[in-house]
C-alpha cells in the first residue's frame, strides 16, 4: 500500500494493542486481582470504599520486601497482616503476586513460589478465580468474581493484628486455632515469640504466650452477662466494642466491632496486647491500653542475664557483669536474645584464691526463674555448692533455704525503692571483673581519704555556725527520696499553732504555714488515723513516690505518738469550690479554664486509677478536694489516704463516708467499690464544671432543684445544650466541647459501673481523640424526669408561677404512678441531697 494512502489509525493500532497488553501488569487501581493480572513493584490494590491497600512494602532500615495490607487513610503505615512474612523478597520488582494453579502465590523472577495458599484445589476453574481485598481489610480468594464461596481469606491467617469483623478462635473440626502472633521486632515482620490465642479448655478465655509454651497472661473468662472479660476491665466501657462469643459443636470464637472512632487490637513485639486507636486529628494512631498493665510481666521479656526495671525508660538492662549481645536488636527494642558475659568463668580445681569466680549482691529483686533447692543449713555450703558446680550462675539463701540457678537467668526483675517485698540474689562473676572493680575502689579510697582531713577541719569551723542557726531550723530527715520528716513543734511554729484554717474534709484539717525560707506549705492534721508508726510511714512513702502534675505533692509527714500530719505544697489559688460557687470575691472562670481543669482533673485521676503500681481509688472526688495553683492548674488533693486497692481491680469495701451527692449508688447500697466510683464522682462534678452551681439545690419552695436530670433530657432530645451553660459566661464557649463535657458526665453518672468508662478514656474523650454517642439516661435521673413536678431545672425562666402550673397540670395516673415508686425516689433523693 503506499504510503501517502496509509491510515494514521495503521501506526497507533500496534501501539494501542502493546498498551493494553501491558494494562494488566501495571495499571491495576481496583481491589481485584484475577487470573490475568499479577501485582508487583509498587503497584497495589485499593479496597472499594478507600480503607484499606494492599501491596509490597520494606520496613525502614531493611533490605527486605513483604506483601502487606495497611490503612489507606492513616498518615503513618499501619500494617495489619502479612503474606510472606517469614519468607521475604529482595527486588519486589521482579517478583509478582498472582492468581496461579488454583492459588494466590507469590513467585520469584525464576518463578519458583515464595508463598503460597496451598489450596488442594484443581487448577481447572483457576481462570475464572480473583483476588479481592474487602474494606474492612480481609483479602480474599474466590472462585469467581461474583461468587460467594470464598475458598480462601487473610481473616483466617492473622499475623499480629486482630481486625473488627475478624474471627479469633477454635476450628473444632480440624483441631487448629487462630493465633494473633507478635513481629520479630519494629523493623520485622517475621514470626516473633509472642501470641494471643483463645485457650481450648476454657470457657471463652484468652492467653498469651510465650514461644506458644508458656503462657504469661490471661484475659478471664468471658462473662456473657456483662459482655466483658473477668480479668480485662478496661473493656467494660461497652460504647466502645461491640464483643460477640460463638461456641458450637463446630468452632468456638470471638468477634467484634467498633462503634466510634478505628481501634484495633495488636500484640506488639515487645509481648502486650494493645489497643491502637486513631485520632481524628492528625490521622495518626494513638495507644490506649496495654495488657498486662507493666511491661515487666511479659515472660522472658529481656532475655538471658539481663534485668527488667518499670523504672528504666528501656526496661531492659544487663546484670554487672554483662553485656547487650545484640546492640543493634536492643536500638528496635527486641531484648530477647539479652546479655552475654564480659569475662569467662574460672572453674579450674586447681585455681588460686585470687582465680577464683566471685559473687556479687543483687537485691530487691523479683529472683529469677526455675531455681533448683538444695538441702544445706548455712549461706557458706549454699554459696560453696555454687562455686563447685561449673554450671551454677547464682544462688540465694533466705529463711534458712538454700536456692541455686543453672544455666541462664531468666526473669530478674529490680523493683522500686519503695517496694519492700523484693529479695536478694548472689550472681557468679569473673575474679577479674570483681579484682577490676576493687582497684578503682582502692584508688577512690585514698583520693578520699586525703579529701577527709581536710573537711573534717571545715566541718569544725561550720559546726558553730550551725549551732547558732540551729535554732531558726527546721528539724527534718530524709524518709524515702525527697519526702521530709518533720517535727510536730517546728509545723506547730510554722503554722502559728495551727492558727489559719484552709479547709477541712472527711480525712482532717488543713493549715496554712510558712517554712524559715519563706516558702508556703498545706498541713494537714488527719484524724482516725490507727495505723502504728512504721505502718504509717509505709503507707505515706508509697504516696510520695507518686508525682504527677495534676496531684498535689507531697513534701513530707510528722508521725510523733499519736500525732499524724501531712505536709503538702501550698496551692495559692486555694480549692475549685470557691471559684464555681462563691465567687464574691473571685473572677467567673471562663470555658476555657474550666475545660482545662476538667481536663487535668481526668488526668490525674487516670494515673492514679492506671498507672501506679498500686490503683489508688480516691474516695472523696468533689470541688473542696481539687486545688488551683498559681496559673490555674488542677491539682488533686487528698489521694492515696484512703485504702490501696491491687493493680488487679479487685473489689474493695471502705469505712469512708465521701460526700453525698457526688457518690455512686453502688457505694450508697452498701456494695464494695471499684475504681469506677471515682468515675461517678468525677461526672457529677462536670456538671457543675457547666452550671457553675451545686447540682442538688433546694429552692424557697422546697423543690429539688437537681441539674444532671435535665442535662440527660437535654442530650436525649437533642435540645441546644447552650441553655444549660452558667449564665455567668454569656455564652462564651466551644459548643463542640460543651457537647463533649455533658455527654462524658452522663456516661460516667450511669448506674451500673460497668456501663461507665475508664478514667483514661475519659481523657481520651476531653482531648477529642475518641467520639462519644449519646447516652442513655440513667435510671435514678429518669426516675426525677417521670416525677420532675417535684424537680426544677436551672432554666432563666424557671419560677414559682411555672412550677404551680405544672402541679396543676399533673394527671391523675402521673400521681398514682408517684405514689408507686415513693420509696425509689426516696432513695434517689438521698443520694443527691
Not at 501506526?11 to 501488569?25: A, G, N, Y
Not at 536474645?337 to 577464683?356: M, V
Request: with cysteine; hydrophobic share 35%.
Amino acid at each position: 500500500m503506499d504510503s501517502k494512502n496509509s491510515s494514521p489509525w495503521s501506526f497507533m493500532l500496534p501501539i494501542f494493542l502493546v498498551c493494553l497488553s501491558l494494562c494488566t501488569h501495571l495499571c491495576l487501581g481496583t481491589d481485584k486481582l484475577d487470573a490475568n493480572q499479577s501485582l508487583s513493584g509498587n503497584q497495589t490494590l485499593t479496597s472499594l470504599g478507600g480503607n484499606f491497600t494492599l501491596g509490597f512494602f520494606t520496613p525502614e532500615k531493611s533490605s527486605y520486601s513483604y506483601i502487606g495490607i495497611w490503612y489507606n487513610k492513616v498518615s503513618e503505615r499501619h500494617f495489619v497482616w502479612v503474606a510472606n512474612r517469614d519468607n521475604p523478597v529482595t527486588d519486589s520488582y521482579s517478583t509478582e503476586l498472582k492468581v496461579s494453579g488454583g492459588n494466590l502465590v507469590i513467585v520469584n523472577d525464576s518463578q519458583v513460589p515464595v508463598w503460597s495458599t496451598n489450596l488442594r484445589t484443581s487448577s481447572s476453574g483457576s481462570s475464572s478465580m480473583v483476588a479481592v481485598l474487602e474494606d474492612n481489610g480481609n483479602f480474599v480468594l474466590k472462585d469467581a468474581p461474583n461468587s460467594n464461596v470464598t475458598l480462601w481469606q487473610s481473616f483466617d491467617h492473622p499475623t499480629n493484628t486482630w481486625l473488627p469483623s475478624a474471627k479469633l478462635g477454635i476450628d473444632k473440626r480440624k483441631n487448629t486455632s487462630q493465633l494473633l502472633t507478635s513481629w520479630k521486632n519494629a523493623e520485622d515482620p517475621s514470626t516473633g515469640l509472642f501470641s494471643l490465642g483463645l485457650h481450648s479448655s476454657s470457657d471463652g478465655e484468652y492467653y498469651l504466650w510465650w514461644n506458644r509454651s508458656k503462657h504469661y497472661w490471661t484475659s478471664g473468662a468471658w462473662d456473657n452477662r456483662s459482655k466483658i472479660f473477668s480479668l480485662v476491665p478496661e473493656m467494660r466501657s461497652n460504647y466502645i466494642y461491640d464483643f460477640k462469643y460463638v461456641d458450637n459443636e463446630n468452632e468456638s470464637y470471638f468477634t467484634y466491632s467498633i462503634k466510634i472512632t478505628l481501634s484495633t487490637l495488636v500484640i506488639d513485639h515487645s509481648g502486650q496486647l494493645n489497643q491502637d486507636s486513631l485520632l481524628p486529628s492528625s490521622h495518626a494512631w494513638s495507644l490506649i491500653c496495654s495488657l498486662p498493665r507493666q511491661r515487666c510481666e511479659v515472660y522472658r521479656l529481656c532475655g538471658p542475664f539481663s534485668v527488667c526495671s518499670e523504672d528504666n525508660d528501656n526496661f531492659c538492662s544487663c546484670l554487672p557483669g554483662f553485656s547487650i549481645s545484640s546492640v543493634r536488636d536492643w536500638n528496635l527494642t527486641d531484648w530477647s536474645g539479652g546479655c552475654k558475659r564480659d569475662s569467662d568463668l574460672n572453674c579450674a580445681a586447681n585455681a588460686s584464691n585470687a582465680e577464683r569466680d566471685r559473687f556479687l549482691l543483687s537485691s530487691n529483686m523479683i529472683l529469677p526463674e526455675d531455681p533448683q533447692s538444695l538441702d544445706v543449713r548455712s549461706d557458706m555450703e549454699c554459696r560453696a555448692a555454687c562455686l563447685s558446680n561449673c554450671s551454677c550462675t547464682a544462688y540465694a539463701f533466705e529463711d534458712n533455704a538454700c536456692s541455686i540457678w543453672i544455666g541462664d537467668l531468666f526473669n530478674a526483675q529490680q523493683l522500686s525503692q519503695s517496694d519492700t517485698d523484693g529479695k536478694s540474689f548472689y550472681l557468679r562473676r569473673a575474679a577479674s571483673d570483681i579484682q577490676d572493680t576493687s582497684k578503682k575502689s582502692y584508688v577512690i579510697a585514698i583520693v578520699a581519704g586525703s579529701v577527709s582531713s581536710t573537711v573534717a577541719i571545715l566541718a569544725i569551723v561550720f559546726f558553730g555556725i550551725w549551732r547558732w542557726r540551729r535554732r531558726a531550723s527546721v528539724t527534718t530527715k530524709t524518709v524515702e527520696g525527697s519526702l521530709i520528716a518533720f517535727a510536730y513543734r517546728d509545723l506547730q511554729v510554722a503554722t502559728k499553732n495551727f492558727s489559719e484554717k484552709l479547709g477541712g474534709g472527711g480525712f482532717g484539717s488543713v493549715f496554712k504555714g510558712t517554712l524559715p525560707d519563706s516558702s508556703h506549705i498545706a498541713v494537714k492534721k488527719l484524724e482516725s488515723v490507727s495505723q502504728g508508726e512504721k505502718q504509717f510511714r509505709t503507707e505515706v512513702s508509697t504516696i510520695g513516690n507518686i508525682q504527677h502534675v495534676n496531684l498535689v505533692r507531697l513534701r513530707g509527714l510528722c508521725s510523733e505518738g499519736d500525732k499524724r500530719l501531712l505536709v503538702y505544697d501550698f496551692m495559692p489559688n486555694g480549692s475549685l469550690d470557691y471559684h464555681l460557687f462563691h465567687r464574691k470575691d473571685s473572677k467567673t472562670l471562663d470555658w476555657k479554664t474550666r475545660y482545662q481543669i476538667a481536663l487535668g482533673m481526668a488526668r490525674g485521676l487516670a494515673y492514679l486509677h492506671e498507672k501506679c503500681r498500686d490503683c489508688i481509688i480516691h474516695c472523696d472526688i468533689k470541688p473542696e478536694n481539687i486545688l488551683l495553683d498559681a496559673e490555674f492548674c488542677p491539682k488533686v488533693a487528698d489521694f492515696g489516704l484512703a485504702k490501696l486497692v491491687g493493680r488487679d481491680f479487685s473489689r474493695v469495701l471502705t469505712t469512708m463516708r465521701g460526700t453525698r451527692g457526688y457518690l455512686a449508688p453502688e457505694w450508697i447500697s452498701g456494695v464494695a467499690i471499684t475504681a469506677k466510683a471515682d468515675v461517678y464522682s468525677y461526672g457529677m462534678m462536670l456538671f457543675e464544671f457547666v452550671s457553675g452551681r451545686r447540682n442538688s439545690e433546694l429552692s424557697e419552695d422546697g423543690a429539688n432543684k437537681f441539674f444532671p436530670a435535665w442535662v440527660a433530657s437535654k442530650i436525649a432530645e437533642g435540645g441546644d445544650l447552650l441553655d444549660l451553660l452558667d449564665r455567668d459566661l454569656e455564652t462564651n464557649t466551644d459548643t463542640e466541647e460543651l457537647t463533649r463535657i455533658c455527654r462524658a458526665a452522663c456516661w460516667c453518672v450511669q448506674d451500673e459501673e460497668t456501663h461507665r468508662p475508664s478514667m483514661g478514656q475519659v481523657v481520651q474523650i476531653l482531648e477529642g481523640l475518641l467520639d462519644v454517642n449519646v447516652p442513655r439516661i440513667p435510671r435514678a435521673l429518669q426516675l426525677l424526669l417521670d416525677n420532675q413536678e417535684h424537680v426544677v431545672f436551672f432554666t432563666e425562666s424557671s419560677s414559682s408561677n411555672q412550677s404551680a402550673q405544672t402541679k396543676s397540670n399533673t394527671s391523675t395516673a402521673s400521681l398514682q404512678k408517684q405514689n408507686s415508686s415513693s420509696s425509689t425516689k426516696s432513695r434517689v433523693l438521698r443520694m443527691i441531697r
